[in-house]
């Protein structure tokens, strides 16, 4: 079954440092999506990518970030620089092209900020 | 304010023993509820989509329930490895793109 992967599974950085997390998001979905969970809260929404533009981006995506699909594979998130307050695991979703289709995510990175 | 909220938060059941968790919601319009597993250090696991108020969907243990303002996931006779987190999360009508997600449901199935 087709699955979105993500790399690193664990990133580690310090305050102020850039990172790059990577995903390949599922071979025919159209939507991509970033959200992010914060040790035992709620997954948030962060950023959503359809036909190379962000489509809608929550409170949270400040200019600190930024997405890109740079070819017809992957897709990124970059923190230009990292703040503890990033720490969290960070995942990956896409979907169809369906209105009603499910997001499916990947297995996430978790970053640590030090 | 869309807002979604489980409960309980954790439930502890011991082999065989059924229960449900509940989804609440509160959105402008509903275009689907999606019911999530999500083991610890893993990404949700895609488990239903429900779309219209007395809709059913089953897969082994599972049966997930939808009525105007609500969600129950039914879990009959679990098993230790049903342990897990379980989310939810609604998609509303006038922005497909938008996921609302709850705090989810920390199942705890002992043998």
């Known amino acids: 079954e087709p699955e979105v992967t993500q790399t690193p599974s664990h990133q580690v950085t310090q305050m102020g440092q850039e990172v790059i997390l990577r995903c390949v998001p599922i071979?025919?979905?159209?939507?991509f999506y970033w959200y992010r969970q914060i040790l035992g809260q709620k997954v948030e929404f962060l950023v959503s990518?359809?036909?190379?533009?962000?489509?809608?981006k929550s409170e949270i995506f400040d200019d600190q970030f930024s997405v890109e699909r740079p070819d017809g594979s992957n897709f990124t998130l970059k923190i230009r620089s990292t703040k503890l307050e990033d720490s969290a695991m960070y995942f990956c979703?896409?979907?169809?092209?369906?209105?009603?289709?499910?997001?499916?995510f990947g297995n996430g990175t978790r970053l640590t900020v030090t | 304010e869309d807002q979604v909220t489980q409960s309980p938060e954790a439930l502890r059941l011991q082999e065989g023993e059924s229960s449900s968790l509940n989804c609440s919601y509160t959105v402008s319009g509903l275009r689907g509820l999606f019911w999530y597993r999500q083991d610890p250090g893993k990404g949700p696991e895609f488990l239903f989509t429900?779309?219209?108020a007395g809709e059913e969907k089953e897969k082994e243990r599972l049966k997930a329930t939808l009525t105007k303002k609500e969600s129950f996931l039914h879990i009959t006779a679990p098993k230790p490895e049903d342990s897990a987190t379980y989310l939810c999360?609604?998609?509303?009508?006038?922005?497909?793109?938008?996921?609302?997600f709850g705090s989810g449901t920390k199942l705890n199935v002992k043998p």
């Open positions: 429900l779309y219209s």
């Open positions: 071979s025919n979905h159209l939507y």
């Open positions: 999360a609604v998609q509303v009508r006038d922005n497909f793109n938008k996921f609302y």
């Open positions: 979703a896409s979907r169809q092209g369906s209105y009603n289709s499910p997001l499916h």
């Open positions: 990518f359809y036909n190379n533009e962000i489509s809608e």
